[in-house]
């Protein structure tokens, strides 16, 4: 009997003693107080309406269907969308939606606790949109639209083109951010990619890529003091890549061009470059088929972003720098690649790569050609490098500026006294 009273006697002990615990553990998640911050900086940009997200996310009452799906897509970082790992290399980039393990486990906590409202005088002001919400770069000063409105057949082969606008410019301006869209309406389903290359007064290519769009890409940022140069009389050629879906739709794609005031000459032009393997040989059924690109920088140079471009096979993209010594530094990893998001990765200009001459950029990709990959058109056969969409590439597009000896000396040595600073060192 005295067992019994003692174990009575412990387990009231218990309850008592996790009542304090309880009352401790920690204030209420509501979607007013804690969420709905989360979702404006994070995800309305394309979650409303008439936006290119499936559903709104503005309020509670549009929000809450959607909690469970929310908490998984979030836990598992597959939104919002931005794929560059957080536990390798550079870790600092332009306009990065992403969210941070902590606000992962708070919409975790408010999805399992029951995903309450909350107070609605805790709501913040609702977020204001105009159409630079349409454009990552903000609202353009130049908008050039492709001259033809292309209609893509339900069936149908691929298609190529190209296709040269007017840019209406009556005096050399230099650019300061760009952005390739498709119509807002069904192009992105259609439009696989769009090159846009600049062309002098007798149609000859001038200053290379200005910029290339592919499904889901946002827009590319320069530094401050460095841009592409778009000259008077020049015309803007998009070499287009359509394909069908089982629906007809028609497509126009713009860009939409953010200048640097006029008569402002940065000191640094940014090139684009593809640093591609051509060479691909991806067996039927291989999970890990590994490609190897490399480019050489001949003069010192600052890396200011990367988009990394694979197809429906593609797995995963990882970047680094061979320096003239033979030391490798990794840069990047993009591993878990989704073809629906063709993200460009712009470094803050802190942390953009800074390269002595003679480094070599490594680009790494992996494509998955087995079944596991849900994406995978066709496991049962081989795949090569091809154009279409059915087939494979594997490349980075690279931006990137050439600095003097002096300039790169410089720089590194204000970012190595800063880094000195933080850490108490002489």
Not at 148 to 160: H, L, S
Not at 253 to 261: D, R
Not at 396 to 406: C, G, L, Q, R, S
Request: net charge negative; proline share 6%.
């Amino acid at each position: 009997m005295a067992i019994k009273i003692n174990c009575t006697l412990s387990a009231m002990l218990v309850v008592l003693a996790g009542a304090p615990l309880m009352a401790q553990a920690g204030p209420e998640i509501t979607f007013s107080k804690d969420i709905a911050p989360i979702l404006q900086r994070a995800c309305q940009n394309c979650h409303r309406p008439n936006n290119i997200a499936p559903m709104s996310l503005l309020t509670y009452k549009e929000v809450r269907p959607w909690a469970r799906a929310i908490q998984e897509k979030v836990a598992a970082r597959s939104m919002p969308p931005w794929f560059v790992d957080k536990h390798v290399g550079i870790r600092e980039f332009k306009d990065d939606p992403s969210l941070s393990d902590d606000e992962i486990k708070l919409i975790s906590k408010w999805a399992d606790g029951g995903a309450r409202e909350g107070n609605a005088a805790d709501m913040p002001a609702p977020r204001k949109f105009d159409d630079t919400g349409q454009w990552h770069i903000g609202q353009p000063d130049l908008v050039i639209q492709s001259p033809v409105a292309f209609t893509v057949k339900a069936k149908g082969t691929d298609w190529w083109g190209n296709l040269v606008a007017e840019t209406g410019l009556s005096e050399d301006r230099y650019i300061k951010a760009v952005e390739t869209k498709p119509s807002p309406k069904g192009g992105a389903r259609v439009l696989h990619h769009s090159v846009q290359t600049l062309l002098d007064e007798e149609g000859n290519p001038d200053g290379g890529t200005l910029n290339e769009y592919a499904v889901g890409k946002n827009g590319d940022y320069f530094p401050e003091g460095s841009g592409k140069l778009m000259r008077v009389g020049s015309k803007l050629q998009f070499n287009v890549h359509y394909h069908s879906v089982g629906e007809e739709i028609t497509d126009q794609a713009s860009l939409g061009v953010v200048f640097y005031p006029k008569g402002y000459v940065p000191k640094h032009v940014v090139r684009t470059v593809q640093v591609a393997a051509t060479d691909l040989d991806i067996p039927a059924g291989e999970e890990n088929a590994r490609s190897d690109a490399y480019y050489k920088f001949e003069k010192a140079t600052k890396v200011t972003g990367f988009m990394p471009h694979m197809h429906n096979r593609g797995k995963a993209e990882c970047i680094e720098a061979i320096f003239p010594d033979m030391r490798v530094e990794p840069l990047n990893c993009v591993s878990k690649f989704n073809f629906g998001w063709q993200i460009v990765y712009n470094y803050t200009d802190e942390s953009a790569p800074l390269m002595p001459a003679g480094t070599i950029l490594h680009v790494i990709n992996w494509h998955d050609n087995s079944v596991r990959n849900e994406w995978n058109p066709d496991a049962r056969n081989w795949v090569g490098y091809g154009e279409r969409t059915n087939d494979e590439m594997s490349k980075a597009w690279v931006n990137f500026y050439y600095m003097t000896d002096e300039e790169y000396k410089a720089e590194m040595d204000t970012r190595n006294a800063k880094k000195r600073s933080l850490t108490g060192r002489r």
